[in-house]
């Protein structure tokens, strides 16, 4: 190689790797929000985690079509495939937490297992981390779990509202009545435990528990003790993937009646009705949103993004329930941002920034308006103590054909909810030497 | 002492005093159990021919009913879009033992099986990317409604799966045992080398074999879809047909059928009267754990055949 030749090659790999040299505030002045996206769209779940990714990055896109961005700072996304593997999802987190002007504005992890994997993490890194109904329900304290939220219900407020629900369609009282508890054998089947066994006792039910082991695609076993042999009044089931549809077909297999099965919102898609055909008319599932299409938001995304041809997916799964799970968990980041910005202004804003924005959340009828949610979802507000913000809980059934609301939105027990979120929250306190935080001088 | 004889001898009370649900739980396993040979049978016929467990048997099952399902949303009827599958599976075969195995000939059966992991990623995604990673809904007009039969509970779907494994199971007999290319490939599975001198074409035997497995996986993938929708948990089915392999034998047709029912029965009855007792959820290792059992007596499976060496 000549001189010159070797001297070019040197000039154009100095040029080249000049950005990678510069320093962080230099590439700050992007005005540009980096929200990343870990999702999952192969393996057994990807038929869920595509429409919720799909929902999750059309939201972003009609809010940069529709307003400029957020007070005029653009939007930037990258989407991460963690196939639901809590190893990957960790690998995808320290690959995207560092990106954009001010680093990942928050996390969305989309599995119980990999929220648990990133609770130190986000915490020593200063990035919110988002749990929408899933995760550890003891984060919704905010003294102990300052970098999590999990708005805007968890799977205690669930569980307890399911519970109230059966309640309430069986007359007021479940003394000497039978419910069974179908779950996915994992940290997120296991999870709502605490709250049944406890209302078990409370309230004189006999609770009969059903572990099933992953992916779920054979319970032949259980149905049959289910459906022949304990005749519960009711089934209450915390599924995720192919578990769902398994269960609803083995369930009409042993005439279990499919009005009296009630599912954890993960079980409460198209996905999960569809196979069973009318084997799934009757069946019922908890929801914290509304689905369909008929919200302004909903057609403010079809006006800017989809008809455009911008859509990230296909336009069967707009307006599915998992959709636009994943379009309300995008609005809790965009109305995090929002908020911090009325704080520390329209710029792009910190991983540090963004959480106080999360803390200080007021998602009241008039801006639920402006978001274009009214009827959507309920009204929710968080504190610095509570980061659960709202709790209600409603139940939708399906019809064959389509999800309708069966229930109105049902008010979780929040006395008690809050003193088990406090055992769970102190108990991790103490394993991980954690001192609350004093929520009156916060600010 | 009393707790161990509680947990063994307490489930067999309840199993006295309640005969009825008892044989309703052995039906249901036996009939459960011809689910797990469907795809047994797919893994036995390409080891029975080739000396290899093909790890990509799962794959198949997925990619068939993926097939046949994306046909017939294109609008071909039932029947076009079943053949249309079929074709695509032979297709397949060609491909792979084109493409893989062809070149491996003679190699080490670890070689080929790490070749057959190879081959299931790339089925799984290629045909996911084919037709799309949605839930599908299968329906082939198989009544699903639960029937009594002398107060025993049954499922019709179960009872019409056993019917289609039986006729398959049979066919397949018939083709191994009395043809000329069953015996073709019996004599392929023996010895490679030797088959090919005395003017066996092993490339021949390899496609016709990985097709068979093709047709056996489009039945197993109709059957499972229909029960669990078309969808990549399709592929993991396979993890279910593994300790009937294991119990049956893997050169073994019977043997397929037979450890499926033993697998089918084991797990649920341990699932139903002894799981709850250790916290439940059991059935899946505790088929492996009877596959196990059963290897201390016949290391070679129940019916799989006895490997001796000269030393």
Redesign the interface.
């Known amino acids: 190689m000549s001189l010159y030749r070797f001297g070019s090659a040197l000039l154009g790999a100095a040029i080249l790797a000049a950005p990678m040299a510069l320093p962080a505030p230099a590439l700050a002045q992007a005005n540009e929000q980096f929200i990343p996206s870990l999702s999952y769209?192969?393996?057994?779940f990807?038929?869920n985690g595509?429409p919720f990714a799909d929902g999750y990055l059309d939201y972003f896109k009609m809010i940069n079509a529709r307003d400029g961005g957020i007070n005029g700072v653009k939007i930037t996304y990258e989407e991460c495939e963690t196939a639901y593997n809590t190893d990957r999802g960790v690998e995808c987190y320290e690959r995207v937490k560092a990106k954009g002007p001010t680093g990942a504005t928050a996390i969305v992890p989309l599995s119980t297992g990999i929220t648990y994997a990133l609770i130190e993490r986000t915490a020593q890194d200063k990035i919110p981390m988002l749990t929408s109904g899933y995760g550890r329900s003891d984060g919704s304290d905010g003294r102990v779990f300052p970098w999590m939220f999990t708005l805007p219900a968890t799977y205690y407020s669930q569980m307890d509202a399911i519970v109230q629900f059966i309640k309430s369609k069986e007359g007021g009282a479940l003394k000497g009545k039978k419910i069974s508890y179908i779950y996915h054998?994992s940290a997120f089947g296991k999870e709502p435990l605490p709250v049944i066994q406890r209302l078990s006792k409370e309230l004189g039910f006999e609770l009969s528990?059903?572990?099933?082991?992953n992916?779920g695609?054979?319970q032949?076993?259980?149905w049959?003790?289910i459906g022949?042999?304990i005749r519960p009044n009711y089934v209450i089931m915390w599924g995720w993937?192919?578990m769902n549809?398994?269960a609803i077909?083995e369930a009409?297999?042993?005439?279990f009646p499919r009005d009296k099965f009630i599912g954890v919102w993960w079980a409460g898609s198209e996905?999960d009705v569809?196979?069973?055909?009318d084997?799934a008319k009757g069946y019922m599932a908890a929801n914290f949103h509304g689905a369909g299409k008929d919200y302004k938001f909903m057609r403010d995304i079809e006006n800017t993004v989809l008809k455009p041809g911008q859509g990230t997916g296909?336009a069967?799964h707009v307006g599915t329930v998992l959709y636009n799970r994943g379009a309300i968990n995008a609005a809790m980041v965009v109305e995090a941002v929002r908020t911090a910005q009325e704080r520390y202004g329209n710029k792009p804003m910190t991983g540090e920034q963004v959480r106080w924005g999360f803390e200080n959340l007021n998602l009241n009828p008039q801006r639920l308006a402006s978001m274009g949610f009214e009827g959507f979802m309920p009204p929710l507000k968080t504190s610095c103590a509570d980061h659960e913000g709202g709790g209600v809980v409603r139940i939708q059934q399906w019809d064959g054909k389509k999800w309708n609301w069966v229930s109105d939105w049902i008010e979780p027990n929040r006395k008690m909810l809050r003193e088990m979120y406090e055992a769970g929250s102190a108990q991790y306190a103490k394993e991980k030497n954690i001192t609350p935080r004093d929520c009156a001088k916060q600010s | 002492m009393d707790a161990v004889l509680d947990f063994l001898f307490g489930p067999l009370k309840e199993i006295w005093a309640?005969p009825t649900?008892f044989v309703?739980?052995v039906v249901?396993?036996l009939l459960?159990g011809v689910m797990y040979s469907l795809v047994a049978l797919g893994f036995v016929l390409i080891f029975k021919a080739s000396g290899v467990f093909n790890f990509a048997q799962g794959a198949m099952v997925l990619s068939a009913a993926l097939s046949f399902v994306g046909f017939n949303e294109l609008g071909a009827p039932l029947w076009l879009a079943l053949v249309l599958a079929l074709a695509l599976m032979i297709g397949l075969a060609f491909v792979i033992e084109r493409v893989v195995l062809r070149p491996l000939v003679n190699q080490a059966p670890i070689i080929l099986f790490m070749a057959t992991i190879g081959v299931t990623f790339f089925i799984d995604?290629f045909f996911?990317m084919l037709w799309?990673?949605?839930?599908?809904?299968?329906?082939v007009g198989i009544p699903?409604d639960?029937i009594e039969i002398s107060g025993v509970?049954v499922?019709t779907?179960?009872i019409v799966a056993a019917v289609v494994a039986g006729t398959l199971v049979a066919t397949l007999a018939f083709f191994f045992q009395s043809t000329r290319i069953g015996r073709a490939l019996r004599a392929v599975a023996d010895d490679h080398q030797a088959a090919q001198s005395v003017g066996i074409p092993l490339q021949t035997i390899w496609v016709i074999v990985w097709s068979v497995a093709g047709i056996v996986a489009l039945v197993a993938g109709i059957m499972?879809g229909s029960?669990?929708?078309?969808?990549?948990?399709l592929a993991?089915?396979a993890l279910?047909a593994l300790p009937v392999l294991i119990l049956g034998g893997f050169t073994s047709i019977p043997g397929a059928i037979i450890g499926g029912l033993i697998i089918g029965v084991g797990?649920?009855v341990a699932?139903?009267f002894w799981?709850e007792k250790i916290?439940?959820?059991i059935?899946?290792?505790f088929a492996y754990i009877l596959a196990l059992f059963f290897l201390m007596f016949r290391p070679q499976g129940l019916f799989g055949e006895r490997i001796i060496e000269r030393v």
């Open positions: 769209r192969t393996g057994p990807g038929p595509t054998d528990e059903f572990p099933v082991p992916p695609v054979e032949k076993a259980i049959l003790r022949r042999q993937g192919v549809p398994t077909t009409a297999a042993v005439g996905q569809t196979p069973p055909g084997a296909e069967r | 309640y649900f309703e739980v249901g396993g459960t995604g996911q799309g990673e949605d839930v599908k809904r299968l329906d699903k639960p509970l499922n779907f179960d499972w029960k669990l929708g078309v969808q990549f948990s993991l089915v279910k797990e649920k699932e139903v799981a916290g439940g959820g059935e899946d290792w």
